[in-house]
């Protein structure tokens, strides 16, 4: 899904009258030049559209920055990055990088928390370009580049009446995301929980640089591990090939504002209430801090929760009638605010929840759990403690889906994350400390973690547990046969 | 005449790279111009080819067409010019029975005024002599009230001659399932690479705004190109500064978060003189339109700040109107009048621009505006 719009325009104009001028202006200006004659660089630069960066070029550093979308910068540096243009590009550079001894890693939107994808030397393969969207609508069919975003994704396929079970934020790439599970948005209805359900194919750029199809028909195996393997593929995805969906004609929303002491009121009602909800209501708690209140302030002053629902409805009507059990519950009286009969389209979501996913100073961590209320009590007794000016806990209620064989294999019936955000440096040890003490506690009442949203960093020892044995294990066994001589890392921490 | 073939052929391109035509054509796909829009046209035709269309080639291909490929007709079955849809058939027709397995990929699409032009690669294998070659190539389309009535194919014809003379030196496998060793691509003559620090923090931008910074306007992201340097700077730090981007300014607000995360002042600085930099479409033609009746009065008074075509003026640090989407324009001419854009006292030029917006007597004058000064 290749779209070198840059060099192969640049190119096309050098094969043009107005050639001269524009390669004389660019050879001119700073960040222009000929890669290193005889060096790695240079030997892959010539044969690639897209661009090779080393650790001796001027720039390294902000490419490096860059390759990371939050503002903390994980403190690692690959030996090369190499942003691809076509699909050609990829093939090339692991071609190289085989050859040459240097163990890969892909990024994308780079919006892994843990940075998962920046490692000490090596070669990081940024995708992002490769980008575009076709849809088949009668087919309800898209193939999608890897570089597209979850909004953009959802935006085109509105055009065409269609739908597709992207992230909750809209400028997550949809390749990290799909790769690792994909917690989005309506899955309960649409992709038996996790949205890599709704991925019929791959185009995967394998450890010797083939580009083979992967589907349930062709490479069953390899379809098997890159539905839910993550960071820890071994093969660069370049296209995706998605089922999707009739496009729900309103997304009918209410969001009720509670006191932090009815914790265990609304707990009881996402325990207890939305489970009897049609699959296709999504209902999302969140506890966080109003934003004029001081940091030290008693908790139930500086803390409120959010139940925000969901309908994705086909009128107004239906919404109505999805939201109503919800709503005729004696908890929905003590709101302390309320937005109801919310007329919702992917845009106002996306919109509305931009501020949600701060481009900050940010980390997290994750479980999946069947035991929400035992979770989120363990959950009160430390939120008073976090260091983080900003912490955000979420509760997603994710359907009993029984998920389909594939390496994502763990789900609950609740998803539990949480985000912390901070300000400054000082801020950063001693949450990512309070981060890593919570989750440790919370194995307890945990089915393992998501992938995608895990601390990596802060517990690589706890990365098998977002699989379940059997699919870590067959994992492992499948990388040995489709990576023998280890081109691609595995996961943090591991290889 | 051979169509069930050309249909299974250009049906493989389909299942093989039909990501990569679109992909491509971001823009032309996205936006919602004419029918008759020339890089739509375009467009359809690549997607007719996608889906072995044979109706819809008819359609889009006048009667007095003239498809040309430049190599040696002698030699290459397919070479030379042909005319009209029946040319076309046996131009179709000619390559079905020589070559197989092809594969085009398209990067771009380049349009001035009525023609197109498409830089991408081809790859086929020649029947006779099992040689698989892929040669870089440039469509040029020239169209005429929605119809194709020119296509030139300027390709590297030697690769292409030396493969149907069994030469394996051209020989690249097949790709996709081929092995590794014969997938080896050709090298790209680069000797210039833009490895700047302006690319690099581009990087964050793309996913809206598209690899070549034309926008995407589905994600409401406009077009960046043709804008000055320092023009992109101001507007970069209203977001990095709390002048521009309110929470609800639905469509503005993500760009707060993008623009606070670029590195420093020299960060804006590079990636604004990337941006501007960058090849950029044709302007809208502003100076051919007729001013509409509605807006007769009002035009006069943008042209002092805009200029006369929309042009923009550097040294007044005013945008250029018609490198702009008409969606933009209007959107953001609301945004003007509704206090979403222009509500800081220290951005003075937005101040001055909502000051004139809240004058615009309503939505008709506004789309008439946005339809005269902005990009199709």
Redesign the interface.
Same mark, same amino acid.
């Given at each position: 899904m290749s779209k070198p719009t840059l060099w192969s325009r640049r190119r096309f104009l050098k094969a043009s009258t107005v050639s001269v001028p524009v390669a004389v202006t660019l050879a001119g200006t700073a960040g222009f030049s000929a890669p290193l004659a005889g060096s790695a660089a240079a030997d892959l630069q010539q044969r690639i559209a897209g661009t090779v960066v080393v650790k001796d070029d001027d720039h390294y550093e902000t490419w490096r920055q860059a390759m990371i979308w939050q503002r903390a910068k994980a403190d690692r540096r690959p030996g090369m990055i190499v942003q691809v243009e076509r699909i050609e590009d990829a093939q090339e550079a692991v071609r190289f990088a085989a050859a040459t001894g240097m163990q890969v890693t892909t990024r994308c939107g780079g919006h892994s928390m843990a940075a998962c994808f920046l490692r000490n030397g090596g070669m990081l393969i940024d995708v992002s370009r490769l980008d575009g969207i076709v849809v088949d609508k009668a087919a309800k069919q898209a193939v999608v580049g890897p570089g597209v975003f979850c909004r953009g994704l959802a935006e085109r396929l509105a055009r065409d009446d269609l739908a597709f079970p992207g992230a909750h934020c809209g400028t997550v790439p949809i390749s990290g995301f799909l790769l690792g599970g994909g917690v989005g948005l309506n899955t309960n209805a649409w992709s038996r929980g996790m949205s890599v359900f709704a991925v019929e194919a791959l185009d995967i750029v394998t450890a010797d640089g083939r580009l083979v199809r992967a589907s349930e028909r062709e490479n069953a195996d390899l379809f098997w591990a890159a539905r839910g393997g993550g960071p820890g593929l071994f093969g660069v995805v370049v296209r995706f090939h998605l089922q999707c969906f009739d496009a729900p004609k309103v997304i009918w929303g209410a969001t009720y504002t509670f006191a932090f002491p009815e914790l265990d009121e609304v707990m009881r009602v996402m325990d207890k209430v939305v489970p009897q909800l049609d699959k296709d209501v999504e209902v999302l708690l969140s506890i966080a801090a109003l934003p004029n209140v001081a940091e030290d302030a008693p908790i139930e002053q500086r803390q409120r929760i959010y139940l925000d629902a969901n309908a994705f409805a086909v009128s107004e009507a239906e919404g109505r009638r999805k939201l109503a059990l919800l709503q005729r519950d004696p908890l929905i009286g003590r709101a302390l605010d309320r937005v109801e009969n919310r007329a919702g389209s992917f845009d106002r979501y996306y919109s509305e929840n931009e501020a949600a996913f701060p481009q900050g100073y940010w980390m997290g961590d994750s479980i999946w759990t069947d035991r929400p209320m035992e979770a989120i009590a363990i959950l009160k007794r430390h939120i008073p403690d976090c260091p983080a000016p900003r912490g955000t806990p979420l509760l997603l209620y994710m359907g009993t889906n029984t998920l389909p064989d594939a390496a994502c294999s763990r789900i609950g019936r609740f998803y539990l994350a949480y985000y912390l955000e901070w300000d400054e440096p000082n801020q950063e040890r001693p949450s990512r400390t309070y981060c890593r003490t919570l989750f440790k506690e919370l194995k307890a009442v945990a089915k393992g973690s998501y992938i995608n949203e895990m601390d990596q960093e802060g517990r690589p020892e706890d990365i098998h547990d977002c699989y379940s044995p059997e699919a870590w294990a067959r994992l492992a066994k499948l990388r040995k046969k489709w990576d023998p001589a280890g081109v691609f890392h595995g996961f943090y921490g591991q290889s | 005449m051979k169509m069930p073939s050309l249909k299974a052929g250009f049906l493989t391109i389909l299942l093989l790279f /039909?990501? !990569?035509? +679109?992909?491509?054509v971001?823009q032309a796909?996205?936006a919602p111009g004419k029918t008759d829009d020339p890089a739509r046209v375009v467009h359809q035709l690549y997607e007719a080819f996608g889906s072995g269309d044979m109706a819809a080639l008819e359609r889009l291909i006048a009667p007095d067409a003239t498809w040309t490929y430049h190599g040696p007709a002698s030699k290459l079955p397919f070479g030379g010019t042909r005319y009209g849809p029946a040319g076309v058939a046996d131009f179709f027709a000619k390559v079905d029975e020589t070559l197989e397995h092809p594969v085009a990929?398209q #990067?771009?699409y !380049?349009v001035t005024g009525d023609r197109v032009?498409v830089?991408?690669t081809e790859e086929s294998t020649v029947r006779a002599t099992g040689i698989r070659y892929k040669a870089d190539c440039?469509h040029v389309f020239k169209i005429r009230n929605g119809k194709i009535v020119s296509f030139e194919e300027f390709i590297d014809s030697g690769k292409v001659l030396l493969a149907f003379q069994g030469d394996k030196s051209v020989d690249v496998g097949r *790709? &996709?399932? +081929? /092995?590794?060793q014969t997938?080896?691509?050709p $090298?790209?003559?680069?000797?210039?690479?833009?490895? /700047?620090?302006?690319?690099?923090?581009f990087? *964050?931008c793309?996913?809206?705004h598209?690899?070549?910074g034309?926008g995407?306007n589905?994600?409401y992201a406009p077009n960046l190109t043709g804008q000055e340097r320092d023009y992109l700077i101001r507007q970069l730090n209203n977001f990095r500064d709390g002048k521009r981007g309110k929470?609800d300014d /639905?469509?503005g #607000?993500?760009m707060v978060?993008?623009a *606070?995360?670029i $590195?420093g002042a020299d &960060?804006v600085k590079?990636v604004a003189a990337y941006i501007a &930099?960058? $090849?950029k479409p044709a302007a809208a033609p502003v100076a051919s339109r007729p001013v509409p009746p509605t807006i007769s009065g009002i035009v006069p008074i943008c042209a002092t700040c805009h200029g006369t075509a929309g042009e923009g003026k550097t040294d007044m640090q005013v945008p250029a109107l018609n490198r702009l989407d008409r969606h933009y324009i209007a959107q953001q001419l609301v945004n003007f009048r509704t206090g979403k854009r222009g509500y800081h006292a220290e951005d003075g030029p937005g101040a001055l621009m909502a000051a004139s917006a809240k004058d615009l007597p309503g939505p008709d004058v506004i789309n008439a505006l946005a339809n005269y000064y902005g990009r199709d």
């Open positions: - | /039909s990501g !990569i035509a +679109a992909a491509a971001g796909l996205t990929t #990067f771009d !380049i032009a830089p991408g440039v *790709t &996709g399932q +081929a /092995s590794p997938l080896a691509a $090298p790209v003559p680069q000797p210039i690479v833009d490895r /700047s620090a302006g690319k690099a923090i990087t *964050t793309l996913g809206c598209g690899n070549n034309w995407l589905y994600v929470v /639905s469509h #607000f993500p978060g993008r *606070t995360a $590195p &960060g590079a &930099g960058l $090849p």
